[in-house]
């Protein structure tokens, strides 16, 4: 059954319908952008392919799509490859002709006009997600470090621009290899998620929550001084230790120390302010854990 759109069909006066096997390719990226084509039955794949590594397949057209319309509007060559996913049936239409009646078919202008928009859309959807995976701590679901590294940078040259405070609070799970060994690998990354929820719950709006690394959690909080900062540290570290971790019937308290270091107060740099944290954080261990350290020395 023939399922191209209406709009389409003053195609069949200048076309010629061709078939195509599956995993045959239409044309290759590169290739002359002399011919549009009408997909009438069948799936193809829209392919890019990589001077190294495998080809990635960027979308799939269905029936009634249009392919290579840009190539034959303005000549150059093709940007992607096309191939045949399943047998295709196919109707090629020669540049100049589909050049022609574009100028004069404002119907056939405007279903092209919509099969873009479904195609940005499509491709919006697919790049936001691989962004957020790429930025993303798979266990927690919380900012990963390479993201934090770069917004800390970024927060860091904003702050001396403008003259805002800049606070970073450290925290690190007290004990956790202890409570890895006695309860296994599974219970362990329960625990570190719980802690990360508790972690963003408690956070404000706009906040930049990640897991730093291992049982390690960082929160960049712009324009919070250090009393706020401190403040909002301890209730994490409240929040956290009123969790049951472990065994629903038989729950374990978990507790966290926090070290919180303030732009410009403890630091000039992203670099420093970071040491800072970590100073801090090391002097929560070293005087007990379940605690949290801002003061500097």
């Known amino acids: 059954m023939d399922t191209a759109s209406t709009s389409f069909q003053g195609l069949r006066a200048i076309g010629q319908e061709v078939s195509l096997e599956a995993g045959r390719f239409l044309w290759r990226e590169g290739d002359r952008g002399d011919e549009v084509v009408l997909l009438l039955d069948g799936v ?27 190539a034959a509007l303005d000549g150059r060559e093709r940007s992607a490859a096309v191939r045949a996913v399943t047998p295709c049936r196919l109707l090629r239409i020669p540049a100049p002709g589909f ?22 859309r499509s491709l919006t959807g697919r790049v936001t997600q ?46 956790f290899k202890r409570f890895n060994d006695r309860h296994g690998h599974a219970a362990g990354n329960e625990a570190l998620v719980k802690v990360a929820a508790a972690i963003r719950a408690g956070s404000r709006r706009g906040d930049v929550v990640a897991r730093y690394g ?34 629903p019937k038989n729950p374990e308290r978990v507790t966290v120390s926090g070290g919180v270091a303030t732009l410009p107060d403890d630091a000039d740099s992203a670099a420093r302010l970071v040491e800072a944290a970590d100073a ?13 350290v801002a003061d500097p020395r």
């Open 44 to 70: 193809l794949d829209v392919v890019h392919e990589p001077a190294s590594g495998e080809p990635v397949v960027l979308r799939s057209l269905e029936p009634g799509a249009i392919v290579g319309e840009f």
């Open 99 to 120: 050049r022609e009646l574009v100028s004069t078919r404002h119907d056939v202008v405007l279903e092209l006009f919509w099969q873009q928009v479904d195609r940005v």
């Open 130 to 175: 691989t962004h957020r995976a790429a930025i993303t701590d798979s266990l927690t679901g919380l900012y990963n470090f390479g993201f934090f590294r770069d917004r800390l940078g970024l927060e860091v040259d904003r702050a001396r621009a403008t003259g805002d405070p800049l606070s970073l609070a450290v925290f690190d799970i007290d004990l």
């Open 214 to 247: 291992g049982e390690e959690f960082v929160v960049l909080l712009y324009g919070a001084h250090r009393p706020e900062a401190a403040a909002f540290a301890d209730q994490i570290r409240t929040r956290i230790g009123e969790t049951p971790f472990g065994d």
């Open 280 to 292: 801090n954080l090391y002097r929560a261990k070293e005087t007990g854990r379940d605690r949290v």
